[in-house]
């Protein structure tokens, strides 16, 4: 069966990295585009980034354009997400989703609905 399985949340200071990792099996990640979402507690969950699987292009929210950066490596079935200058307002669950054809001009990419596969999601906390 098909799985997404997030990776390398934890507590980091305002100001700091994190790198966050997607691990996709079962093919699941070959020909999808992936995505990131957050979810802050009582919040909705809103779209982070996503990047497609045909060329690579990304898109990102503009709350973290400049400081977050989405990649992929399909030889390892593996989507990253390198979060720099980290705020207060980026703590939260952080989920990553895969769907055919989602992140392209024609789609927004960063909504939720337009993703079937999701993972579990790992917490980060932007904290002193």
């Known amino acids: 069966q098909a799985q997404l399985k997030e990776s390398g949340g934890g507590l980091v200071q305002p100001g700091g990295s994190l790198r966050l990792s997607c691990r996709g099996s079962?093919?699941?990640?070959?020909?999808?585009?992936i995505a990131w979402f957050r979810q802050a507690p009582g919040k909705e969950r809103e779209g982070v980034s996503c990047?497609?699987?045909?060329?690579?292009?990304?898109k990102y929210a503009d709350s973290v354009k400049g400081r977050f950066i989405i990649s992929r490596d399909n030889s390892m079935n593996s989507a990253y997400l390198q979060m720099n200058g980290l705020k207060p307002d980026d703590t939260g669950v952080y989920y990553c989703?895969?769907?055919?054809?989602?992140?392209?001009?024609?789609?927004?990419?960063?909504?939720?609905?337009?993703?079937?596969?999701w993972g579990k999601g790992t917490l980060v906390t932007v904290s002193s």
């Open positions: 989703a895969a769907d055919f054809m989602t992140c392209r001009e024609n789609r927004n990419g960063l909504e939720s609905h337009e993703y079937r596969s």
């Open positions: 079962g093919g699941i990640l070959d020909y999808n585009d």
């Open positions: 990047i497609a699987s045909s060329d690579g292009s990304a």
